[in-house]
Protein backbone atom coordinates (compact mmCIF):
# COMPACT_ATOMS: atom_id res chain seq x y z
CA UNK A 1 0.00 0.00 0.00
CA UNK A 2 1.56 3.61 -0.84
CA UNK A 3 1.63 5.60 1.99
CA UNK A 4 0.88 8.92 -0.45
CA UNK A 5 -2.18 7.54 -1.59
CA UNK A 6 -3.34 6.60 1.77
CA UNK A 7 -2.50 9.86 2.85
CA UNK A 8 -4.65 11.57 0.35
CA UNK A 9 -6.85 8.96 -0.75
CA UNK A 10 -6.02 9.00 -4.31
CA UNK A 11 -5.64 6.22 -6.78
CA UNK A 12 -2.04 7.67 -7.99
CA UNK A 13 0.74 8.75 -5.76
CA UNK A 14 1.28 11.97 -8.31
CA UNK A 15 0.47 15.57 -6.84
CA UNK A 16 0.24 18.28 -9.53
CA UNK A 17 2.31 21.48 -8.04
CA UNK A 18 0.71 24.49 -7.25
CA UNK A 19 2.26 26.71 -9.33
CA UNK A 20 1.36 30.58 -9.93
CA UNK A 21 -0.93 31.66 -12.41
CA UNK A 22 -1.10 28.08 -13.91
CA UNK A 23 -2.99 26.20 -11.05
CA UNK A 24 -6.75 27.66 -9.93
CA UNK A 25 -9.64 25.12 -9.59
CA UNK A 26 -9.82 24.11 -13.25
CA UNK A 27 -6.46 22.21 -12.93
CA UNK A 28 -6.83 21.13 -9.62
CA UNK A 29 -10.36 19.59 -9.79
CA UNK A 30 -9.19 17.94 -13.10
CA UNK A 31 -6.12 16.44 -11.66
CA UNK A 32 -8.12 15.17 -8.50
CA UNK A 33 -11.03 13.49 -11.09
CA UNK A 34 -8.48 12.07 -12.87
CA UNK A 35 -7.00 9.99 -9.40
CA UNK A 36 -3.97 12.22 -8.41
CA UNK A 37 -3.82 15.24 -5.78
CA UNK A 38 -4.85 18.75 -7.26
CA UNK A 39 -3.95 21.60 -5.75
CA UNK A 40 -5.06 25.48 -6.44
CA UNK A 41 -1.79 27.59 -6.29
CA UNK A 42 -2.48 30.56 -3.91
CA UNK A 43 0.83 31.96 -4.35
CA UNK A 44 -0.39 34.31 -7.19
CA UNK A 45 -4.27 34.65 -5.51
CA UNK A 46 -5.48 37.61 -3.12
CA UNK A 47 -7.58 36.23 -0.49
CA UNK A 48 -10.90 36.41 -2.28
CA UNK A 49 -9.71 34.86 -5.47
CA UNK A 50 -7.95 32.07 -3.30
CA UNK A 51 -12.10 31.45 -1.85
CA UNK A 52 -13.77 31.86 -5.29
CA UNK A 53 -11.17 29.21 -6.37
CA UNK A 54 -11.59 26.66 -3.64
CA UNK A 55 -15.70 27.06 -3.79
CA UNK A 56 -15.52 26.15 -7.58
CA UNK A 57 -12.64 23.18 -7.01
CA UNK A 58 -15.33 21.81 -4.30
CA UNK A 59 -18.30 22.26 -6.93
CA UNK A 60 -15.86 20.53 -9.36
CA UNK A 61 -14.58 17.43 -7.54
CA UNK A 62 -15.61 14.99 -5.34
CA UNK A 63 -12.09 13.75 -4.69
CA UNK A 64 -9.77 15.46 -2.02
CA UNK A 65 -8.03 18.59 -3.69
CA UNK A 66 -5.07 20.55 -1.84
CA UNK A 67 -3.91 24.61 -1.23
CA UNK A 68 -0.23 25.33 -1.61
CA UNK A 69 0.38 28.36 0.23
CA UNK A 70 4.29 29.93 0.05
CA UNK A 71 4.75 31.17 3.88
CA UNK A 72 6.37 34.01 3.13
CA UNK A 73 3.27 35.67 1.04
CA UNK A 74 2.12 38.93 3.10
CA UNK A 75 -1.70 37.92 3.52
CA UNK A 76 -0.57 34.59 4.97
CA UNK A 77 -2.94 35.17 7.98
CA UNK A 78 -5.78 35.99 6.21
CA UNK A 79 -4.92 33.17 3.68
CA UNK A 80 -4.89 30.64 6.08
CA UNK A 81 -8.45 31.58 7.14
CA UNK A 82 -10.00 31.11 4.33
CA UNK A 83 -8.81 27.62 4.09
CA UNK A 84 -10.21 26.56 7.19
CA UNK A 85 -13.19 28.39 6.75
CA UNK A 86 -13.59 27.08 3.83
CA UNK A 87 -13.14 23.33 4.63
CA UNK A 88 -9.60 22.45 2.97
CA UNK A 89 -8.37 19.28 4.26
CA UNK A 90 -4.69 19.42 2.55
CA UNK A 91 -2.46 22.18 3.07
CA UNK A 92 1.58 22.81 0.92
CA UNK A 93 3.29 24.76 2.34
CA UNK A 94 6.77 26.20 0.80
CA UNK A 95 9.44 29.03 1.18
CA UNK A 96 8.98 29.27 5.20
CA UNK A 97 9.85 27.74 8.39
CA UNK A 98 7.02 25.03 8.79
CA UNK A 99 7.10 25.27 12.59
CA UNK A 100 5.15 28.41 12.56
CA UNK A 101 2.40 26.81 10.75
CA UNK A 102 2.14 23.18 10.65
CA UNK A 103 0.66 22.56 13.81
CA UNK A 104 -1.68 25.62 13.71
CA UNK A 105 -3.14 24.22 10.66
CA UNK A 106 -3.96 20.74 12.51
CA UNK A 107 -5.66 22.28 15.53
CA UNK A 108 -7.70 24.33 12.81
CA UNK A 109 -8.89 21.04 10.80
CA UNK A 110 -6.09 20.66 8.17
CA UNK A 111 -5.93 17.05 8.08
CA UNK A 112 -2.72 16.75 6.01
CA UNK A 113 -0.11 18.95 5.80
CA UNK A 114 3.02 18.90 3.72
CA UNK A 115 6.08 21.13 3.40
CA UNK A 116 8.28 21.67 0.58
CA UNK A 117 11.82 21.36 1.29
CA UNK A 118 15.37 21.11 -1.04
CA UNK A 119 17.92 19.86 1.68
CA UNK A 120 17.64 17.68 4.42
CA UNK A 121 18.03 19.21 6.83
CA UNK A 122 14.89 21.05 6.58
CA UNK A 123 13.28 18.10 5.55
CA UNK A 124 14.18 17.09 9.24
CA UNK A 125 12.75 20.62 10.34
CA UNK A 126 9.30 19.39 8.89
CA UNK A 127 8.81 16.23 10.04
CA UNK A 128 9.74 17.27 13.42
CA UNK A 129 7.16 20.16 13.10
CA UNK A 130 4.52 17.22 12.54
CA UNK A 131 3.94 17.65 8.96
CA UNK A 132 2.70 14.44 7.48
CA UNK A 133 4.98 13.93 4.11
CA UNK A 134 7.61 16.33 2.17
CA UNK A 135 7.93 16.92 -1.08
CA UNK A 136 11.80 17.10 -1.67
CA UNK A 137 12.09 19.91 -4.73
CA UNK A 138 15.79 19.30 -6.79
CA UNK A 139 17.67 22.45 -8.52
CA UNK A 140 16.27 21.39 -11.96
CA UNK A 141 12.65 22.61 -10.52
CA UNK A 142 11.13 25.79 -12.02
CA UNK A 143 9.69 28.19 -9.97
CA UNK A 144 11.61 28.89 -6.01
CA UNK A 145 14.18 26.36 -4.98
CA UNK A 146 16.79 26.33 -2.23
CA UNK A 147 19.93 28.52 -2.85
CA UNK A 148 22.50 25.31 -2.31
CA UNK A 149 21.42 23.58 -6.20
CA UNK A 150 21.37 20.00 -5.26
CA UNK A 151 19.62 17.89 -7.96
CA UNK A 152 16.91 15.50 -7.30
CA UNK A 153 19.11 12.81 -7.79
CA UNK A 154 21.22 13.90 -4.64
CA UNK A 155 18.48 15.42 -2.83
CA UNK A 156 16.81 12.58 -2.85
CA UNK A 157 18.82 10.10 -1.07
CA UNK A 158 19.98 12.43 1.77
CA UNK A 159 16.30 13.19 2.23
CA UNK A 160 14.87 9.81 2.56
CA UNK A 161 17.64 8.52 4.55
CA UNK A 162 16.91 11.39 6.85
CA UNK A 163 12.53 11.14 7.89
CA UNK A 164 10.65 8.43 8.09
CA UNK A 165 7.62 10.60 6.70
CA UNK A 166 7.20 10.18 2.55
CA UNK A 167 8.50 11.86 0.76
CA UNK A 168 7.25 13.22 -2.83
CA UNK A 169 10.26 14.03 -5.52
CA UNK A 170 9.92 17.18 -7.35
CA UNK A 171 12.29 18.62 -10.08
CA UNK A 172 12.51 17.10 -13.40
CA UNK A 173 9.88 14.85 -13.48
CA UNK A 174 7.46 14.77 -16.66
CA UNK A 175 7.08 11.02 -17.23
CA UNK A 176 6.33 8.21 -15.69
CA UNK A 177 9.97 6.61 -16.46
CA UNK A 178 10.84 9.46 -14.36
CA UNK A 179 8.59 8.69 -11.50
CA UNK A 180 10.04 5.17 -11.41
CA UNK A 181 12.99 6.66 -11.39
CA UNK A 182 12.09 8.36 -8.25
CA UNK A 183 10.60 5.79 -6.59
CA UNK A 184 13.77 3.76 -7.07
CA UNK A 185 15.73 6.94 -5.09
CA UNK A 186 13.23 5.79 -2.33
CA UNK A 187 10.76 8.38 -2.85
CA UNK A 188 7.17 7.19 -2.19
CA UNK A 189 5.15 9.60 -4.90
CA UNK A 190 6.07 12.59 -7.35
CA UNK A 191 5.07 16.03 -7.01
CA UNK A 192 4.69 17.27 -10.82
CA UNK A 193 4.89 21.32 -12.34
CA UNK A 194 6.16 22.07 -15.58
CA UNK A 195 4.26 18.94 -17.10
CA UNK A 196 0.50 20.37 -15.81
CA UNK A 197 1.79 23.96 -16.71
CA UNK A 198 1.50 22.68 -20.65
CA UNK A 199 -2.15 20.81 -20.07
CA UNK A 200 -5.70 22.37 -21.20
CA UNK A 201 -6.78 22.85 -17.77
CA UNK A 202 -3.78 25.00 -16.78
CA UNK A 203 -4.50 29.02 -16.40
CA UNK A 204 -0.92 29.66 -17.95
CA UNK A 205 -1.70 31.98 -21.28
CA UNK A 206 -1.65 29.84 -24.47
CA UNK A 207 1.44 31.96 -25.40
CA UNK A 208 2.90 30.57 -22.60
CA UNK A 209 2.20 27.33 -23.12
CA UNK A 210 3.26 27.43 -26.38
CA UNK A 211 6.49 28.32 -24.98
CA UNK A 212 7.15 25.74 -22.83
CA UNK A 213 6.60 22.97 -25.41
CA UNK A 214 8.95 24.33 -27.77
CA UNK A 215 12.33 25.07 -24.88
CA UNK A 216 15.35 23.32 -25.40
CA UNK A 217 17.75 22.53 -23.18
CA UNK A 218 19.76 24.82 -21.34
CA UNK A 219 17.28 27.77 -22.12
CA UNK A 220 16.32 27.98 -18.59
CA UNK A 221 18.38 29.33 -15.57
CA UNK A 222 18.28 29.62 -11.55
CA UNK A 223 18.66 33.74 -10.79
CA UNK A 224 17.29 36.20 -8.71
CA UNK A 225 19.59 34.20 -5.79
CA UNK A 226 19.68 37.57 -3.59
CA UNK A 227 15.72 37.82 -3.63
CA UNK A 228 13.82 34.42 -3.82
CA UNK A 229 15.79 32.04 -6.16
CA UNK A 230 13.65 31.13 -9.34
CA UNK A 231 14.19 28.99 -12.58
CA UNK A 232 13.17 31.62 -15.70
CA UNK A 233 12.97 31.11 -19.39
CA UNK A 234 15.66 33.07 -21.01
CA UNK A 235 14.05 35.81 -22.68
CA UNK A 236 14.04 39.69 -22.62
CA UNK A 237 13.82 40.14 -18.96
CA UNK A 238 16.10 37.90 -17.89
CA UNK A 239 19.20 39.21 -20.32
CA UNK A 240 18.14 42.20 -18.29
CA UNK A 241 18.53 40.53 -15.27
CA UNK A 242 21.91 39.49 -16.19
CA UNK A 243 23.19 42.78 -17.60
CA UNK A 244 22.08 44.28 -14.23
CA UNK A 245 24.09 41.57 -12.39
CA UNK A 246 26.85 42.58 -14.69
CA UNK A 247 26.67 45.85 -13.30
CA UNK A 248 26.95 44.51 -9.96
CA UNK A 249 23.27 45.66 -8.77
CA UNK A 250 22.35 46.37 -5.43
CA UNK A 251 19.19 44.02 -4.07
CA UNK A 252 17.49 46.81 -3.69
CA UNK A 253 17.80 47.50 -7.76
CA UNK A 254 17.06 44.36 -8.15
CA UNK A 255 14.12 44.34 -6.30
CA UNK A 256 12.80 47.30 -8.44
CA UNK A 257 14.11 46.12 -11.85
CA UNK A 258 11.89 42.74 -11.24
CA UNK A 259 8.92 45.23 -10.12
CA UNK A 260 5.33 43.69 -9.40
CA UNK A 261 3.38 41.74 -11.08
CA UNK A 262 6.08 40.06 -13.66
CA UNK A 263 4.94 36.52 -13.41
CA UNK A 264 1.00 37.82 -13.93
CA UNK A 265 2.59 39.79 -17.08
CA UNK A 266 4.30 37.18 -18.49
CA UNK A 267 2.88 33.71 -17.65
CA UNK A 268 -0.88 35.06 -17.12
CA UNK A 269 -1.22 37.44 -19.63
CA UNK A 270 1.13 36.23 -22.24
CA UNK A 271 3.92 38.75 -22.65
CA UNK A 272 7.15 36.21 -23.71
CA UNK A 273 9.55 38.77 -23.23
CA UNK A 274 8.97 41.43 -20.82
CA UNK A 275 7.38 38.82 -18.55
CA UNK A 276 8.98 36.45 -15.56
CA UNK A 277 8.66 33.09 -16.75
CA UNK A 278 9.30 30.26 -14.44
CA UNK A 279 9.37 26.53 -15.71
CA UNK A 280 11.73 23.58 -14.94
CA UNK A 281 14.27 21.75 -16.94
CA UNK A 282 12.39 19.29 -17.99
CA UNK A 283 10.37 21.16 -19.71
CA UNK A 284 12.66 20.45 -22.73
CA UNK A 285 11.24 17.08 -23.34
CA UNK A 286 7.63 18.41 -22.98
CA UNK A 287 6.46 18.79 -26.49
CA UNK A 288 2.55 18.44 -26.33
CA UNK A 289 -0.18 19.86 -24.61
CA UNK A 290 -2.78 17.31 -23.11
CA UNK A 291 -5.17 17.49 -20.87
CA UNK A 292 -4.64 16.77 -16.76
CA UNK A 293 -6.33 13.40 -17.60
CA UNK A 294 -4.28 12.35 -20.43
CA UNK A 295 -1.42 13.37 -18.41
CA UNK A 296 -1.71 11.08 -15.77
CA UNK A 297 -2.98 8.48 -17.50
CA UNK A 298 0.06 8.86 -19.75
CA UNK A 299 2.61 8.43 -16.57
CA UNK A 300 1.22 5.84 -15.12
CA UNK A 301 1.34 3.80 -18.45
CA UNK A 302 4.86 4.91 -18.80
CA UNK A 303 5.78 3.95 -15.43
CA UNK A 304 4.52 0.38 -15.52
CA UNK A 305 6.38 0.17 -19.05
CA UNK A 306 9.28 1.47 -17.55
CA UNK A 307 9.25 -0.82 -14.39
CA UNK A 308 8.63 -3.98 -16.91
CA UNK A 309 11.61 -3.12 -18.63
CA UNK A 310 14.10 -2.87 -15.45
CA UNK A 311 12.41 -5.78 -13.96
CA UNK A 312 14.35 -7.41 -16.78
CA UNK A 313 17.94 -6.53 -16.45
CA UNK A 314 19.80 -8.86 -15.48
CA UNK A 315 24.35 -9.17 -15.58
CA UNK A 316 24.21 -12.55 -15.46
CA UNK A 317 24.91 -13.40 -19.23
CA UNK A 318 27.63 -10.99 -19.64
CA UNK A 319 30.81 -11.80 -21.97
CA UNK A 320 33.47 -11.19 -19.12
CA UNK A 321 36.38 -11.87 -20.18
CA UNK B 1 22.03 -8.37 -22.82
CA UNK B 2 23.17 -4.85 -21.51
CA UNK B 3 24.88 -3.11 -24.68
CA UNK B 4 27.07 -1.34 -22.58
CA UNK B 5 28.79 -5.05 -20.76
CA UNK B 6 28.80 -6.23 -24.50
CA UNK B 7 31.11 -3.15 -25.51
CA UNK B 8 33.42 -3.49 -23.21
CA UNK B 9 33.41 -7.30 -22.13
CA UNK B 10 32.63 -6.14 -18.74
CA UNK B 11 30.69 -7.81 -16.14
CA UNK B 12 28.67 -4.74 -15.07
CA UNK B 13 28.18 -1.56 -16.25
CA UNK B 14 29.76 0.31 -14.11
CA UNK B 15 32.33 2.29 -15.83
CA UNK B 16 34.92 4.25 -13.27
CA UNK B 17 35.21 7.96 -14.24
CA UNK B 18 38.80 9.20 -15.30
CA UNK B 19 39.24 11.75 -12.47
CA UNK B 20 42.60 14.06 -12.37
CA UNK B 21 45.10 12.95 -9.20
CA UNK B 22 42.52 10.42 -8.19
CA UNK B 23 42.20 7.40 -10.96
CA UNK B 24 45.97 6.09 -11.79
CA UNK B 25 46.65 2.39 -12.58
CA UNK B 26 45.67 1.04 -9.14
CA UNK B 27 41.88 2.33 -9.27
CA UNK B 28 41.71 1.80 -12.85
CA UNK B 29 43.26 -2.31 -12.52
CA UNK B 30 41.56 -3.10 -9.13
CA UNK B 31 37.72 -1.62 -10.70
CA UNK B 32 38.52 -3.88 -13.80
CA UNK B 33 39.29 -7.01 -12.01
CA UNK B 34 36.23 -6.29 -10.17
CA UNK B 35 34.02 -6.63 -13.03
CA UNK B 36 33.63 -3.13 -14.21
CA UNK B 37 35.78 -0.89 -16.90
CA UNK B 38 38.52 0.98 -14.59
CA UNK B 39 39.84 4.03 -16.65
CA UNK B 40 43.02 5.62 -16.33
CA UNK B 41 42.59 9.47 -15.59
CA UNK B 42 45.65 11.37 -18.37
CA UNK B 43 43.93 14.46 -17.33
CA UNK B 44 46.47 15.12 -14.51
CA UNK B 45 49.50 13.46 -15.96
CA UNK B 46 52.81 13.73 -18.43
CA UNK B 47 52.97 11.38 -21.36
CA UNK B 48 55.79 9.60 -19.90
CA UNK B 49 53.73 9.18 -16.74
CA UNK B 50 50.18 8.25 -18.32
CA UNK B 51 52.89 5.21 -19.71
CA UNK B 52 53.75 3.97 -17.23
CA UNK B 53 50.32 4.03 -15.47
CA UNK B 54 49.43 2.18 -18.81
CA UNK B 55 52.08 -0.41 -18.48
CA UNK B 56 51.36 -0.87 -14.75
CA UNK B 57 47.69 -1.50 -15.40
CA UNK B 58 48.08 -3.92 -18.14
CA UNK B 59 50.35 -6.12 -15.49
CA UNK B 60 47.73 -5.45 -12.60
CA UNK B 61 44.65 -6.81 -14.75
CA UNK B 62 43.75 -9.47 -17.24
CA UNK B 63 40.44 -7.30 -18.11
CA UNK B 64 39.65 -4.57 -20.42
CA UNK B 65 40.44 -0.93 -18.76
CA UNK B 66 40.44 2.21 -20.90
CA UNK B 67 41.82 5.54 -20.69
CA UNK B 68 40.21 9.00 -20.00
CA UNK B 69 41.56 11.94 -22.04
CA UNK B 70 40.44 15.26 -22.13
CA UNK B 71 40.37 16.98 -25.37
CA UNK B 72 41.97 20.08 -24.34
CA UNK B 73 44.92 19.10 -23.13
CA UNK B 74 47.97 20.31 -24.34
CA UNK B 75 49.95 17.68 -25.23
CA UNK B 76 46.92 15.58 -26.59
CA UNK B 77 49.14 14.59 -29.88
CA UNK B 78 51.16 12.69 -27.25
CA UNK B 79 48.94 11.13 -25.17
CA UNK B 80 47.15 9.75 -27.99
CA UNK B 81 50.39 8.19 -29.57
CA UNK B 82 50.78 6.78 -26.38
CA UNK B 83 47.24 5.46 -25.70
CA UNK B 84 47.75 3.81 -29.56
CA UNK B 85 51.65 2.37 -28.76
CA UNK B 86 50.66 0.78 -25.35
CA UNK B 87 47.83 -0.99 -27.60
CA UNK B 88 45.30 0.36 -24.53
CA UNK B 89 41.37 -0.56 -26.58
CA UNK B 90 39.48 1.69 -24.82
CA UNK B 91 39.75 5.45 -25.00
CA UNK B 92 36.91 8.39 -23.13
CA UNK B 93 37.23 11.76 -24.62
CA UNK B 94 35.70 14.84 -23.07
CA UNK B 95 35.98 18.39 -22.94
CA UNK B 96 36.36 18.98 -26.76
CA UNK B 97 34.56 17.78 -30.07
CA UNK B 98 34.82 14.34 -30.86
CA UNK B 99 34.64 14.82 -34.56
CA UNK B 100 38.58 15.77 -33.97
CA UNK B 101 39.82 12.66 -32.55
CA UNK B 102 37.27 9.28 -32.88
CA UNK B 103 37.45 8.78 -36.31
CA UNK B 104 41.65 9.12 -36.27
CA UNK B 105 41.45 6.72 -32.82
CA UNK B 106 39.15 3.95 -34.40
CA UNK B 107 41.98 3.63 -37.54
CA UNK B 108 44.80 3.26 -35.20
CA UNK B 109 43.23 0.37 -33.39
CA UNK B 110 41.38 1.35 -30.64
CA UNK B 111 38.18 -0.52 -30.57
CA UNK B 112 35.95 1.67 -28.63
CA UNK B 113 35.44 5.61 -28.18
CA UNK B 114 33.43 7.05 -26.00
CA UNK B 115 32.58 10.61 -25.67
CA UNK B 116 31.38 12.66 -22.35
CA UNK B 117 28.85 14.94 -22.85
CA UNK B 118 26.44 17.45 -20.79
CA UNK B 119 23.84 18.09 -23.65
CA UNK B 120 21.48 16.21 -26.40
CA UNK B 121 23.56 18.02 -29.05
CA UNK B 122 26.47 16.72 -28.37
CA UNK B 123 25.33 13.00 -27.67
CA UNK B 124 24.31 13.76 -31.65
CA UNK B 125 27.53 15.27 -32.56
CA UNK B 126 29.28 11.80 -30.67
CA UNK B 127 26.93 9.59 -32.23
CA UNK B 128 27.63 11.23 -36.30
CA UNK B 129 31.25 11.17 -35.27
CA UNK B 130 31.47 6.86 -34.47
CA UNK B 131 31.58 6.62 -30.97
CA UNK B 132 30.31 3.81 -29.64
CA UNK B 133 28.82 5.04 -26.66
CA UNK B 134 28.15 8.33 -24.91
CA UNK B 135 28.72 9.21 -20.77
CA UNK B 136 25.73 12.02 -20.30
CA UNK B 137 27.37 13.93 -17.37
CA UNK B 138 24.29 15.93 -15.47
CA UNK B 139 25.24 19.42 -13.77
CA UNK B 140 25.18 17.73 -9.97
CA UNK B 141 28.62 15.80 -11.25
CA UNK B 142 32.08 16.84 -9.89
CA UNK B 143 35.36 17.74 -12.29
CA UNK B 144 34.39 19.59 -15.55
CA UNK B 145 30.74 20.12 -16.13
CA UNK B 146 28.19 21.93 -19.17
CA UNK B 147 27.75 25.38 -19.00
CA UNK B 148 23.95 24.57 -19.31
CA UNK B 149 23.77 23.54 -15.67
CA UNK B 150 21.16 20.13 -17.06
CA UNK B 151 20.71 17.61 -14.63
CA UNK B 152 21.38 13.78 -14.64
CA UNK B 153 17.51 13.31 -14.10
CA UNK B 154 16.86 16.00 -17.13
CA UNK B 155 19.58 15.31 -19.25
CA UNK B 156 19.03 11.72 -19.24
CA UNK B 157 15.48 11.76 -21.12
CA UNK B 158 16.67 14.01 -23.80
CA UNK B 159 19.82 12.41 -24.14
CA UNK B 160 18.40 8.67 -24.77
CA UNK B 161 15.56 9.67 -26.72
CA UNK B 162 18.32 11.36 -29.34
CA UNK B 163 20.94 9.18 -29.30
CA UNK B 164 20.76 5.08 -30.97
CA UNK B 165 23.98 4.64 -29.02
CA UNK B 166 23.79 3.32 -25.39
CA UNK B 167 24.07 6.05 -22.66
CA UNK B 168 26.09 6.01 -20.08
CA UNK B 169 24.60 8.16 -16.82
CA UNK B 170 26.61 10.43 -14.48
CA UNK B 171 26.35 13.04 -11.81
CA UNK B 172 24.95 11.91 -8.98
CA UNK B 173 25.50 8.13 -8.78
CA UNK B 174 26.89 6.43 -6.00
CA UNK B 175 24.64 3.62 -5.07
CA UNK B 176 23.20 0.95 -6.92
CA UNK B 177 19.42 2.72 -6.10
CA UNK B 178 20.82 5.42 -8.31
CA UNK B 179 21.76 3.26 -11.39
CA UNK B 180 18.66 1.82 -10.94
CA UNK B 181 17.17 5.05 -11.29
CA UNK B 182 19.14 6.00 -13.92
CA UNK B 183 18.18 2.61 -16.00
CA UNK B 184 14.62 3.84 -15.62
CA UNK B 185 15.41 7.03 -17.02
CA UNK B 186 16.75 4.99 -20.56
CA UNK B 187 20.65 4.91 -19.71
CA UNK B 188 22.34 1.70 -19.71
CA UNK B 189 25.43 2.10 -17.93
CA UNK B 190 26.71 4.37 -15.17
CA UNK B 191 30.68 6.15 -14.93
CA UNK B 192 30.72 6.82 -11.25
CA UNK B 193 32.98 9.46 -9.97
CA UNK B 194 33.11 10.14 -6.42
CA UNK B 195 32.20 7.23 -4.97
CA UNK B 196 35.53 5.98 -6.22
CA UNK B 197 37.33 8.67 -5.15
CA UNK B 198 36.54 7.66 -1.75
CA UNK B 199 38.27 4.30 -2.26
CA UNK B 200 41.56 2.29 -1.22
CA UNK B 201 42.79 2.29 -4.26
CA UNK B 202 42.31 5.78 -4.87
CA UNK B 203 45.35 7.77 -5.44
CA UNK B 204 43.90 11.04 -3.89
CA UNK B 205 45.61 12.57 -0.75
CA UNK B 206 44.07 10.89 2.55
CA UNK B 207 43.05 13.50 3.70
CA UNK B 208 40.96 14.35 0.51
CA UNK B 209 39.56 11.29 0.83
CA UNK B 210 38.27 12.22 4.90
CA UNK B 211 37.17 15.62 3.43
CA UNK B 212 34.64 13.90 0.62
CA UNK B 213 33.29 11.46 3.30
CA UNK B 214 32.27 13.93 6.08
CA UNK B 215 31.01 16.81 2.96
CA UNK B 216 27.52 17.84 3.85
CA UNK B 217 24.44 18.80 1.43
CA UNK B 218 24.88 22.27 -0.22
CA UNK B 219 29.10 22.13 0.18
CA UNK B 220 30.14 22.13 -3.38
CA UNK B 221 29.67 24.82 -5.92
CA UNK B 222 29.98 24.87 -9.71
CA UNK B 223 32.47 27.80 -10.48
CA UNK B 224 35.37 28.98 -12.78
CA UNK B 225 32.72 28.93 -15.64
CA UNK B 226 34.48 31.61 -17.62
CA UNK B 227 37.54 29.30 -17.47
CA UNK B 228 36.09 25.62 -17.79
CA UNK B 229 32.86 25.33 -15.41
CA UNK B 230 34.27 22.67 -12.55
CA UNK B 231 32.59 21.51 -9.34
CA UNK B 232 34.32 22.04 -6.16
CA UNK B 233 34.05 22.10 -2.34
CA UNK B 234 33.84 25.22 -0.49
CA UNK B 235 37.16 26.14 0.96
CA UNK B 236 39.27 28.79 1.31
CA UNK B 237 40.62 28.40 -2.56
CA UNK B 238 36.76 28.79 -3.53
CA UNK B 239 36.27 31.61 -1.09
CA UNK B 240 38.41 33.68 -2.85
CA UNK B 241 37.20 32.91 -6.22
CA UNK B 242 33.70 34.01 -4.87
CA UNK B 243 35.58 37.20 -3.57
CA UNK B 244 37.15 37.89 -6.39
CA UNK B 245 34.08 37.70 -8.75
CA UNK B 246 32.35 40.05 -6.65
CA UNK B 247 35.13 42.63 -7.19
CA UNK B 248 34.53 41.89 -11.27
CA UNK B 249 37.44 39.82 -11.81
CA UNK B 250 38.54 39.25 -15.68
CA UNK B 251 38.86 35.94 -17.19
CA UNK B 252 42.51 36.41 -16.80
CA UNK B 253 43.18 37.64 -13.89
CA UNK B 254 40.82 34.83 -12.92
CA UNK B 255 43.00 32.15 -14.55
CA UNK B 256 46.00 33.62 -12.82
CA UNK B 257 44.09 33.17 -9.56
CA UNK B 258 43.62 29.56 -9.88
CA UNK B 259 47.49 29.29 -11.15
CA UNK B 260 48.97 25.88 -11.50
CA UNK B 261 48.67 23.00 -9.95
CA UNK B 262 45.72 24.04 -7.80
CA UNK B 263 44.30 20.31 -8.10
CA UNK B 264 47.44 18.81 -7.30
CA UNK B 265 48.14 20.45 -4.25
CA UNK B 266 44.43 20.01 -2.78
CA UNK B 267 43.46 16.20 -3.81
CA UNK B 268 46.74 14.95 -4.33
CA UNK B 269 48.71 16.55 -1.73
CA UNK B 270 46.20 17.47 0.69
CA UNK B 271 46.33 21.17 0.89
CA UNK B 272 42.77 21.21 1.81
CA UNK B 273 42.17 24.73 1.93
CA UNK B 274 44.32 26.55 -0.67
CA UNK B 275 43.84 22.94 -3.01
CA UNK B 276 41.00 22.73 -6.01
CA UNK B 277 38.90 20.06 -4.60
CA UNK B 278 36.72 18.49 -7.46
CA UNK B 279 33.60 16.60 -6.03
CA UNK B 280 30.03 15.77 -7.20
CA UNK B 281 27.23 16.69 -4.88
CA UNK B 282 26.89 13.25 -4.27
CA UNK B 283 30.01 13.47 -1.96
CA UNK B 284 27.59 14.29 0.30
CA UNK B 285 25.91 10.67 1.25
CA UNK B 286 29.62 8.94 0.81
CA UNK B 287 29.82 8.11 4.18
CA UNK B 288 33.49 5.41 3.97
CA UNK B 289 36.66 4.14 2.78
CA UNK B 290 36.18 1.04 0.41
CA UNK B 291 38.13 -1.11 -1.64
CA UNK B 292 36.81 -0.93 -5.41
CA UNK B 293 35.73 -4.33 -5.19
CA UNK B 294 33.61 -3.54 -2.19
CA UNK B 295 32.22 -0.29 -4.01
CA UNK B 296 30.84 -2.36 -6.30
CA UNK B 297 29.80 -5.28 -5.01
CA UNK B 298 27.65 -3.08 -2.56
CA UNK B 299 26.63 -0.89 -5.82
CA UNK B 300 24.97 -4.25 -7.53
CA UNK B 301 23.32 -5.52 -4.37
CA UNK B 302 21.80 -2.50 -4.05
CA UNK B 303 20.52 -2.29 -7.38
CA UNK B 304 18.92 -5.31 -7.07
CA UNK B 305 17.41 -4.81 -3.90
CA UNK B 306 15.94 -1.61 -5.10
CA UNK B 307 14.80 -3.43 -8.35
CA UNK B 308 12.99 -5.79 -6.57
CA UNK B 309 11.36 -3.06 -4.37
CA UNK B 310 10.04 -1.10 -7.57
CA UNK B 311 8.96 -4.29 -8.88
CA UNK B 312 6.48 -4.64 -6.37
CA UNK B 313 4.79 -1.47 -6.90
CA UNK B 314 1.18 -1.23 -7.91
CA UNK B 315 -1.29 1.71 -7.25
CA UNK B 316 -4.20 -0.74 -7.59
CA UNK B 317 -4.80 -1.59 -4.24
CA UNK B 318 -5.87 1.99 -2.73
CA UNK B 319 -8.41 3.60 -0.80
CA UNK B 320 -9.44 6.15 -3.83
CA UNK B 321 -12.30 8.16 -2.80
Redesign the interface.
Known amino acids: ??RI??LF?????IVQAGMIWCSGWRLASAVSNA?ALGLIGAGSMYPQVLREHIVKCKAATQ??FGVNIPLLYPDIEKLMEIVVEEGVKIVFTSAGNPASWTRILKERGIERVVHVVS???FAKKAEDAGCDAIVAE???AGGHNG?????????L??VT?TVKIPVLAA???A?G??M???????AEGVQVGSRFVASIESSAHDLFKQKVTSLN??ET??TLKELTPVRMIKNEFFREVEAAYAE?ISKEELAKLLGRGRAKRGMFEGNMEEGELEI???A??IRNILSASEIIEQM?DEFYE??K???L?S?T?????
Chains 1, 2 share one sequence.
Open positions: MNNQHTKYPGHPSAKGFEREETTTFCLPSGGGISAALAAFALGEGQLKGQIATIAKKVSIFSSNFQ
